[in-house]
């Protein structure tokens, strides 16, 4: 896919190195691994720098985008093959929904393998501490003042949480330029809420200054998603822009992104409807019978239980997420 006012940068990196995490080690105790955030004055550190076209910033957080057989917590390089591979991947299908109305900044950044040992803390720390260095250069040097909107899916929404309870709520006059923050596929609890006043979950698709999310189950989905770290979130309903359970039709869509004979993910017609199931805390869809294997196939290489969507959270809703966004922007600067 090919998207508009965007400049890939050189991905010959040279500063990184792995980490291994011990079960339940702190900030502290991981600090002999590793002095100083990723450097984020080197464009080579930034998958996406545009060219200043819109009014309004996206800035970009990418999913999990590399792996290893490692059972143990383990943080990639900031130059790690696979993830300079896979993390424009997740660009392609995700951000590239932002990219006819805002300018979008997407720096790389070392993350998790997806290890189920202590996970939630493992992401609170380097990962964090590099995507905040990272929103930080980004406010000092390129923001210069415009509105954004935050953007993470699956790890990069976990980290997002922890940007918007420090980041944001240590620099309430940043937070004040913020649009809303789409956090997909990383549960937003009312308890988090609770501990986080200055933060509130949407109630329409057109309120600012508020988180979006979502997490996406087929109807027979059985076993414990792994993705809900055993939480409760609230949801969005991405079609319908609603809170309650009410459906929201394939009719209602205004179109999907799904992959291609060659795994590429193109545009397609509305390929999910979607319904909140509140006591799960997660968006229920049904898709067509003739794409069902592809998803049975990519949860299980995924290593998900059948019927969580999670790489689909975003492509599913695609153009709808598109449309809320420019509705959101409209309504923040003819404020």
């Known amino acids: 896919m090919k998207t508009k006012n965007r400049i890939w940068v050189n991905f010959s990196l040279t ?20 002095s100083t955030t990723t450097d984020y004055s080197q464009a080579s550190h930034w998958m996406s720098l545009p060219a200043t076209v819109y009014p309004v910033d996206l ?8 792996s290893n057989s490692d059972s143990m917590p383990v943080i990639c390089a900031i130059d790690d093959s696979s993830m300079l591979v896979e993390a424009p991947e997740s660009y392609a299908r995700q951000a590239t929904a932002f990219d006819t109305i805002a300018n979008i900044y997407a720096p790389f ?3 998790d393998n997806s290890s189920g040992v202590n996970r939630w803390n493992v992401i609170a720390d380097i990962p964090t501490s590099d995507a905040t260095a990272a929103f930080d250069y980004y406010i000092k040097h390129f923001n210069h003042g415009r509105p ?18 420090g980041y944001l709520k240590n620099n309430p006059q940043v937070y004040a330029r913020m649009i809303a923050a789409y956090v997909i596929g990383s549960p937003i609890t009312p308890a988090y809420l609770q501990e986080n006043k200055h933060l ?9 200054g508020v988180i979006v999310s979502w997490n996406t189950e087929g109807p027979n989905m059985t076993g414990v998603s792994p993705v809900l770290y055993g939480m409760v979130g609230l949801v969005m309903n991405p079609i319908n822009w609603k809170r309650d359970q009410t459906q929201a039709t394939f009719a209602e869509g205004l179109g999907s992104l ?14 999910a409807d979607a319904r909140i199931d509140t006591l799960k805390g997660v968006l229920i869809c049904n898709t067509p019978s003739q794409i069902q294997p592809i998803l049975d196939k990519v949860s299980t290489a ?3 239980p059948l019927g969580v969507y999670h790489t689909f959270d975003i492509p599913f809703y695609f153009s709808n997420l598109r449309a809320n966004a420019a509705q959101r922007i409209h309504n923040y600067l003819n404020k």
């Open 148 to 165: 954004y909107i935050l953007l993470g899916h699956s790890q990069g929404a976990t980290v997002m949480t922890n940007l918007l309870s």
């Open 258 to 271: 799904f992959p291609n004979s060659t795994g590429e993910f193109v545009p397609v017609q509305q390929c």
């Open 15 to 34: 500063v990184g190195i792995a980490l291994l995490f011990v079960n339940g080690c702190s900030k502290d105790e991981t600090s002999q691994y590793i």
């Open 302 to 304: 995924q290593g998900f």
């Open 109 to 111: 950044y070392r993350q």
């Open 200 to 208: 509130k979950f949407a109630t329409g698709p057109d309120d600012t």
């Open 59 to 66: 800035f970009y957080l990418y999913p999990t985008a590399w």
